[in-house]
C-alpha cells in the first residue's frame, strides 16, 4: 500500500517534468513495463550526520568503463535480446544488494547551478563507514555534474558503477511522463553514459544497465542487445524517492528483503532526501537478521 502510495507521488512528479527513477513494484519479465520511478524533487535538507569517510585509493589496474566480460553477466537472451536480471532466484544464502539510483535528466543542470544537490557525499560516506559494497547506477549527467564523486565512487573497490544513462530518458513510452528515445538514440545513450563515467576517472565500471523508471519492453531490450549490458531491475521498493520519513522507507525495505534480494534507492537529496538516514536504520538490522551485503556483480555471480 505504501508502494501504490510511492508510486503515484512519483508519477505526479514525474510528470511534473522532473526525472523519474527505478522505483515502484519490479517487474518479471521483459516485455512489460515495470514502474517507475524517483523525480527529482526540490528538497535537500535532510542530511544526517554522518559516519566518517573512508576513500580507498584507485584500484590498479581497474577495469574498463563497460568492458563486458570481467565481472558475471548473464548470457543474452535465446532471442537475442538483452537479458534482464532482477534477484538471485532460489538464493539461500542471505546476501542483498543495496542499488542507488544517481538521477539526473539533461536539463537539470541549471538546477544545480541554482544550488540544487542531485548528489549525495553523505550517504557515500555512510556505505563507506559501514562497510556496505554497493552498486551504483549513475546516469551519464551526473558524473558530469559531479565528476569528484564519479571518480571517488569508481575508484573505490567498496563500490561498482553501473549505467543508468546518460541524461534519463525513457526507453520505451509511456514512462512517467519521461522524454523517450528511439532505439538508436537509446543504444548511443548507454555509450555515452560510460563515456562520461570514464571521462570522469570512474574505472570500477559494470556492464550493467537499469532503463529510467526501471520501463521496458522487447524493443528497448533489442534496442541495447549490441551494447552487451545485462539490465538489472530490482524486486524490493525502498519508496525513498521524495519521502520524508526514512523509519517508514527502512520498514518498506526491510519487511521486502530475501536472500538475494535486489533493493532499488537513490544517490541523490534532490528526490531522496532521507535515504541515508533510512540506510543507517537498514544496514545494521539486517546484519542483525543474519544478511550480508553484496554487490549485484556478486549476486549475479551466484
Ligand atoms: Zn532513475
Known amino acids: ?108 543542470g541549471p538546477r544545480a547551478a541554482g544550488g540544487e544537490r542531485f548528489d549525495n557525499p553523505q550517504l557515500i560516506a555512510t556505505l563507506r563507514a559501514l562497510k556496505v559494497p554497493s552498486t551504483i547506477f549513475m546516469t551519464g549527467r551526473w558524473a558530469e555534474e559531479y565528476p569528484d564523486q564519479a571518480k571517488s565512487i569508481g575508484t573505490d573497490p567498496n563500490f561498482e558503477v553501473a549505467n543508468h544513462s546518460y541524461g534519463h530518458h525513457a526507453f520505451t513510452s509511456p514512462c512517467y511522463g519521461l522524454p523517450a528515445l528511439d532505439g538508436a538514440a537509446a543504444r548511443a545513450d548507454v555509450d555515452r553514459a560510460f563515456s562520461a563515467f570514464r571521462q570522469a576517472g570512474a574505472v570500477n565500471t559494470v556492464p550493467y544497465f537499469r532503463f529510467p523508471g526501471g520501463c521496458y519492453d522487447d524493443p528497448a531490450l533489442r534496442a541495447l542487445s549490441t551494447a552487451k549490458v545485462t539490465a538489472v531491475q530490482w524486486d524490493v521498493v525502498s519508496g525513498d524517492a521524495f519521502a520524508k520519513d526514512p523509519a517508514a522507507v527502512a520498514e518498506q525495505v526491510l519487511a521486502g528483503v530475501k536472500p538475494g534480494s535486489v533493493v532499488v534507492m537513490h544517490c541523490t537529496r534532490s528526490a531522496a532526501p532521507v535515504t541515508e538516514e533510512a540506510v543507517r536504520t537498514i544496514v545494521p538490522e539486517l546484519r542483525k537478521r543474519g544478511y550480508r551485503f553484496v554487490k549485484v556483480s556478486d549476486l549475479i555471480g551466484t
Do not use: I
Open 1 to 108: 500500500m505504501r508502494k501504490v502510495t510511492a508510486a503515484a507521488a512519483l508519477t505526479a512528479a514525474l510528470t511534473g517534468s522532473l526525472a523519474g527513477c527505478g522505483d515502484g513494484p519490479a517487474t518479471t519479465d521483459a516485455g512489460r513495463q515495470a514502474r517507475p520511478g524517483t523525480p527529482p524533487a526540490p528538497t535537500p535538507t535532510a542530511s544526517a550526520p554522518a559516519a566518517g569517510a573512508t576513500s580507498p585509493g584507485p584500484a590498479a589496474g581497474a577495469p574498463l568503463a563497460g568492458a563486458p566480460g570481467r565481472v558475471p553477466t548473464l548470457a543474452p537472451r535465446a532471442d537475442g535480446l538483452t537479458p534482464v536480471f532482477e534477484r538471485a532466484q532460489q538464493h539461500t544464502d542471505k546476501t542483498v544488494a543495496l542499488t542507488f539510483d544517481a538521477d539526473m535528466t539533461s536539463d537539470q
